[in-house]
């Protein structure tokens, strides 16, 4: 497992001595993004869209560049700069959507963002610059079924008005993953135990969900949902071979990993599906088939809350304490680790914790190849992660939503109207742009 240099600094800091984290790293991903982007002189005025302290609206901001994309315009994230900043060249159209959307900018002359590119790239800083140019195409993997609880990325994507199609089985068993650049797994259940919920069996919506689950499978030609969700986790671990991008939280993380494990063999106590977990389960998983974790043991008792030991687990019930509760974001070197520093740029190092069914990775679990983006200080904690699977990517982020702590079955839906200076959403909206980077020419 590998370690960036130190933990997180203030989002202006440029520590000297800079050390890359791996070079590892770079060998699929470099080709993603390049650090050097002429600076934009002789074309007017630019607009600095700050992401520091002063900025009016961040996850709004987000959904600024994402249309500044669409629209053809390139943008500039500026990594470390003033909590990672944009710039993109004025327009009467790009001034009028800042405004309406509550995005706080200024105006520069060329040789005022000349500056701003010369600082950013100067020997020393640990600041880059990235060119976004091209907008991925966006899926969420959910259900149409309403649940009784929200999707982080769901609320995240909408108030920052970013544009998505929902898919789900079907259209992932038909190949439509092939259409999109970047796509999240919503909170499912890749075992097949329908999120372990076995309290809530005489509730409408679990009965409903277990209805329409066991008769997709049946259709698909599957004799048990376990089945038919691994044969749907194996195509979505395919896209990421294939070079798709792929974000998810809480229990679509590990769900996911241990369902690849167990792909020669039955987990699923008979409460689930009919039968009996195999006796020989243990022996027979394949910790070489997932993407995050390894050597982990999952839960065959039906009635307990838990998946497997991957998750640490929220805090009892006497020391859950919001105040208490928060993670550290790891700094990366802008220049040699721009993936990892794209995907942790924030106004703020420390992020408050929130719980969820998997609310935290367990260190000792996590491969060695991938790349710990954020953790719980002294504790065994990991919250934020990143790894690549042949040409594509992943990205895992623990707990359920980052501005409710302890989010309820039946609770509503977090308003982020009133959060819209959220460091725990941010990271969310940090990884529907990092796909957009440029790619660096190879060498010949």
Known sequence: MRFPFAPGTTDDATPSGVRCSGVAILVPILLLVTALVAPRTGLGQDLLVHMDDRQTN??????????????????????????????????PSARQELRVRGVSFEALDGGAASEVIATVEADGSNMSVV?????????????????????????????A?????????????????????WVHMHHEDFTGQFGKFLRYRNQSW????????????????????????????????????????LFSMC???????????????????????GDPVDPDAMDKLDYSHTLAFENFQPNFNPH???????????????LRDPSLDYFTLFEFSAKWDPVPTMLTQNHVA??????????????SLVKDDVVILAEAPNRDQVRYLHGTVGQGTFTFYAGHDPEDYQHFVGDPPTDLALHKHSPGYRLI???????????KKQKT
Do not use: C
Request: proline share 6%; glycine share 6%.
């Open 58 to 91: 961040h996850l709004k901001a987000y959904g600024a560049a994402f249309w500044a994309l669409e629209q053809g315009i390139s943008v500039d994230w500026l990594l470390n700069y003033r909590g990672g900043s944009f710039m993109l060249p004025a327009s």
């Open 131 to 159: 060119r976004l140019e091209k907008p991925p195409k966006i899926a969420v993997y959910a259900p149409d079924a309403t649940l009784p609880w929200d999707d982080a990325v769901l609320l995240a994507l909408t108030y």
């Open 161 to 181: 008005e970013v544009p998505h199609d929902m898919i789900y089985d079907a259209e992932v068993l038909d190949g439509k993953l092939s259409d999109y650049d």
């Open 206 to 245: 679990y009965i409903k969900q277990q209805q329409e689950a066991e008769s997709l499978a049946r259709e698909h030609g599957f004799r048990k949902v376990s089945e038919l969700k691994l044969a749907v986790a194996e195509r979505i671990r395919s896209y990421v071979a294939q070079g798709g991008f």
């Open 251 to 273: 229990s679509g993380t590990d769900t996911f990993d241990i369902a690849l494990a167990a792909h020669a063999t039955d987990i699923v106590p008979r409460e689930y599906d």
């Open 304 to 318: 307990e809350y838990e998946h497997s030991n991957i998750d640490v687990g929220p805090p009892p019930p006497q």
């Open 350 to 363: 420390t992020v408050k914790g929130f719980v969820g069914q998997t609310t935290a990775f367990k260190k």
């Open 429 to 439: 909206l940090n990884n529907i742009l990092f796909p957009a980077a440029k790619k």
